[in-house]
């Protein structure tokens, strides 16, 4: 009932309504989007844009279930941003990883021969043949510049078999480059 309300404030254009869906919603919004960003700041910036993304919706939306429709945006703003913050660090991540990976990149004038374009490509040729979970791993702490500790509590493993799967992960791919001629 109290939605119901909600609604036709939202639709009349008051902004008290606003008020009343961040003190009902507000939290559990919150708590969304910092288990995705893990980041304070985003998560807050999450909730400012749901808040406006709901203003600007409705109407001509017209919600059965306002906190479904408040939680499916965002959910939706979160998952946007943390493509976003992902996406941004890919390449620095990307340079950082392959210098940590130069015992695996052998030569110094590796450049000279291969492109990036083309380490990526064996790279992803490579991680196609691993097991899923050793390539979620090798992914969280190459690509995703993830420590150890976040990578074992976000698969619910331990610390000594995810930092055990990075160092046979990245043997393996040190003798894949190694046979491809890298």
Wanted: with cysteine; proline share 2%; aromatic share 10%.
């Amino acid at each position: 009932m109290i939605d119901v309300l909600i609604i036709e404030r939202l639709k009349q254009r008051d902004e008290t309504a606003l008020e009343d869906i961040k003190k009902r919603y507000g939290d559990t919004c919150y708590k969304t989007a910092f288990t995705i960003l893990k980041s304070r700041e985003d998560a807050e910036e999450v909730c400012a844009d749901t808040l406006l993304a709901v203003w600007n919706n409705i109407p001509p939306d017209c919600p059965e279930n306002l906190g479904g429709y408040v939680y499916k945006i965002c959910r939706f703003k979160a998952n946007e941003k943390y493509r976003k913050n992902t996406r941004q660090m890919r390449n620095s991540a990307m340079t950082v990883s392959v210098e940590e990976l130069g015992a695996c990149i052998a030569g110094a004038d590796t450049e000279t021969e291969f492109s990036e374009k083309e380490l990526s490509r064996m790279i992803e040729r490579f991680l196609s043949f691993e097991s899923e979970q050793n390539r979620n791993i090798f992914i969280c702490r190459y690509f995703y510049n993830m420590k150890y500790g976040e990578i074992a509590k976000r698969y619910g493993l331990g610390l000594s078999k995810v930092k055990m799967s990075v160092k046979r992960t990245k043997a393996k791919l040190k003798e894949f480059l190694a046979q491809e001629g890298y």
